[in-house]
């Protein structure tokens, strides 16, 4: 079964700086999507970026950037200046069929 | 696009209290999932829906937990009776074939249940 694990549960920035949040999963499948959510106090899940297994390339949205590194199944989230709005709760998750499966999250909190 | 949308925001019941979710989803979008989300928790997956059909059941604890999905649009989640621990946020998601590689799940905005 596959399973996804994020070992920070809560993380903080200074407004402006960078942070990355790590997340690691397990898996026997080849091809499958990584994503990762952000969850505000409003509870909507928000997709901020996803990474196709078989691409190599990191991805990258703007001030967001994952760090793929298949061998070692492994996808952190780095966020470049980071902003006030950004605090809110983080999410890793693992899809290879139809079906989203959640690690336990990392509070993000930006101070300014 | 309109999203998914989900009622009511808030629940407040009693233990051994009936209570019903409803949600709809993206117009178009085929497959309808439930999440139930405990306070510091990722997201658990309760049912899958294809269409009107059950996909996966298997997370759903059937003795108290109840979901439909007529027509297959809109869908209800039923607990009946509730417990303490079924305090949570139930997430409903929806997406399609075609585009849940690019976009994942679409997610409503959640039903927050606190069982007294």
């Known amino acids: 079964a596959q399973t996804v694990t994020q070992s920070q549960p809560e993380m903080s920035v200074q407004e402006a700086e960078t942070v990355t949040l790590s997340c690691t999963y397990d898996?026997?499948?080849?091809?499958?999507?990584l994503f990762w959510y952000k969850q505000p106090p409003s509870r909507q899940m928000i997709l901020v970026i996803r990474q196709e297994a078989y691409k190599q390339q990191n991805a990258t949205e703007n001030r967001f950037s994952v760090n793929f590194q298949k061998a070692a199944k492994s996808f952190s989230l780095k966020i470049s200046d980071s902003q006030l709005g950004d605090t809110a709760m983080y999410f890793c998750a693992f899809m290879n069929t139809d079906k989203l499966i959640f690690g336990t999250g990392t509070r993000l909190q930006v101070f300014p | 696009e309109a999203g998914v949308a989900q009622s009511p925001r808030y629940k407040i019941i009693e233990k051994r209290q009936s209570v019903a979710f409803w949600c709809n989803p993206i117009?178009?979008?085929?497959?309808l999932y439930w999440y139930q989300q405990i306070l510091g928790q990722g997201p658990k997956l309760l049912i899958q829906f294809q269409n009107n059909g059950v996909v996966d059941d298997s997370q759903l604890p059937k003795d108290r937990f109840s979901a439909e999905r007529l027509k297959g649009v809109d869908s209800t989640l039923k607990i009946q009776p509730a417990k303490l621990e079924d305090s949570a946020v139930y997430l409903c998601?929806?997406?399609?074939?075609?585009?849940?590689?690019?976009?994942?799940?679409?997610f409503g905005s959640g039903t927050r249940l606190t069982v007294v």
């Open positions: 898996t026997s499948e080849s091809n499958y999507y």
């Open positions: 998601a929806s997406t399609s074939p075609k585009t849940q590689g690019r976009y994942g799940y679409t």
């Open positions: 117009s178009g979008h085929a497959t």
